[in-house]
């Protein structure tokens, strides 16, 4: 994918499989929401979520972003920073405001956030060390020849 139909791709309402290693050094898979901005990924998580505790000790992450509609795919291998611990009205709020929005809907969203505003929430972002975009067809390296 070109770097617009990755962008087109990223805006689209799309669950995130964020990968983390837990306490014992095993992978943890959730479904999260995501925010794609700055050349990174924001990920906003409940203060009690154990995704959010193990990813502020450990920062190595990787994310899958796909499509159930279409053959596309975005990979991502990065390191996770804590941008926000735990806090109520802090900097994750506009972010997670622009996230409901695109997966519920303007008013359903608008009501999620108020609705929840008091409840503390992490605000990570993801540095990618390594994005790999994919749509459709066999990628030459998995080719035993040429069709």
Same mark, same amino acid.
């Given at each position: 994918m070109t770097q617009e139909e990755i962008q087109t791709f990223l805006s689209r309402?799309?669950?995130?499989?964020?990968?983390?290693?837990?306490?014992?050094?095993?992978?943890?898979?959730?479904?999260? %929401?995501? /925010? *794609?901005?700055?050349?990174?990924?924001?990920?906003?998580?409940?203060?009690? &979520? +154990? %995704?959010? /505790? *193990?990813?502020?000790?450990?920062?190595?992450?990787?994310?899958?972003?796909? &499509? +159930?509609?279409?053959?596309?795919?975005?990979?991502?291998?990065?390191?996770?920073?804590?941008?926000?611990?735990?806090?109520?009205g802090g900097r994750w709020v506009a972010i997670a405001e622009q996230m409901a929005h695109r997966y519920m809907g303007e008013e359903q969203g608008r009501e999620y956030v108020q609705r929840t505003l008091d409840e503390p929430r992490w605000l990570f972002f993801v540095h990618p060390t390594r994005l790999t975009a994919w749509q459709g067809g066999w990628a030459r390296r998995y080719k035993h020849y040429d069709w």
């Amino acid at each position: 994918m070109t770097q617009e139909e990755i962008q087109t791709f990223l805006s689209r309402p799309l669950i995130c499989r964020l990968g983390c290693l837990d306490g014992e050094g095993y992978p943890y898979v959730v479904p999260v %929401w995501y /925010h *794609y901005a700055d050349y990174g990924f924001y990920i906003v998580g409940r203060e009690r &979520s +154990d %995704w959010a /505790h *193990y990813l502020s000790q450990d920062g190595r992450t990787s994310l899958c972003i796909d &499509s +159930d509609s279409t053959p596309q795919r975005v990979l991502v291998r990065g390191k996770a920073d804590t941008v926000e611990k735990p806090n109520v009205g802090g900097r994750w709020v506009a972010i997670a405001e622009q996230m409901a929005h695109r997966y519920m809907g303007e008013e359903q969203g608008r009501e999620y956030v108020q609705r929840t505003l008091d409840e503390p929430r992490w605000l990570f972002f993801v540095h990618p060390t390594r994005l790999t975009a994919w749509q459709g067809g066999w990628a030459r390296r998995y080719k035993h020849y040429d069709w």
